[in-house]
């Protein structure tokens, strides 16, 4: 039965560690859209109602492009005083009102026209699109046996440079799996604000024509064996 209790192998088992790591690029699953709303009114109710107003029209919107919509989510919400002071008296002189709401898309068809639309409207903010791939993609699963497989390479390639084989993998585990550090994440580009007008133009404008931009899904993985003794 073979021995794994020494930590750093025996001369006549002696353990090998090595680091998988995968680099790889996939096309984005999702585009996510931030949209946010503002209004401006001389008293709380009317800022209250035009910014009602304005983020059930986004809603609409949103809801017009059916399943290309994947998710549809509202953020914060917020009514804030305008003071303006006079001598020593504070007084309110105007409500603002702000709203954040967020579109993930996953039919780029329709992710230029949508974006246009939306930034076309009254006192409306465009943030993106940001790519992305799901949480649970399999792109994350590839990149993890691949750095699996990486590490079993490398390992082999140590081996064979001593004149020796692999005997057993003792252990297997992610970078930084003792403090929950994540292992395999995606890096992708993403898109700057885009400020919309102040109020719509007249007619509608040309839908942007938007590129997705590929994400990078990086894996790394801690692998220990035991080798057959070296041939020095």
Request: overall charge neutral; proline content about 7%; hydrophobic content about 40%.
């Amino acid at each position: 039965m073979t021995d794994t209790t020494q930590p750093y192998g025996t001369p006549d088992q002696p353990r090998l560690a090595v680091r998988g790591e995968a680099h790889l690029r996939f096309d984005p699953e999702i585009a996510r859209v931030g949209i946010t709303v503002s209004a401006r009114g001389r008293d709380r109710r009317a800022a209250l109602e035009d910014l009602t107003q304005r983020n059930t029209t986004v809603l609409e919107l949103a809801r017009s492009y059916g399943e290309a919509i994947d998710k549809l989510e509202t953020g914060a919400l917020s009514i804030t005083p305008e003071l303006h002071q006079r001598g020593r008296d504070e007084k309110i002189r105007a409500y603002h009102g702000r709203v954040h709401i967020t579109a993930t898309l996953n039919d780029f068809t329709a992710l230029g026209e949508f974006t246009t639309r939306a930034a076309d409207l009254d006192m409306t903010r465009i943030d993106g699109p940001h790519w992305a791939l799901r949480p649970d993609s399999p792109a994350h699963g590839r990149a993890r046996r691949q750095a699996v497989r990486e590490a079993v390479q490398r390992a082999r390639e140590y081996a064979d440079a001593v004149g020796a084989q692999l005997a057993a993998l003792v252990e297997l585990a992610d970078l930084g799996a003792e403090n929950t550090a994540p292992t395999a994440y995606t890096r992708g580009a993403y898109g700057g604000p885009l400020p919309a007008p102040a109020g719509a133009a007249p007619g509608a404008a040309p839908a942007l024509d938007l590129e997705p931009q590929q994400q990078t899904v990086y894996a790394q993985v801690n692998a220990r064996f035991i080798m057959t003794p070296p041939k020095l």
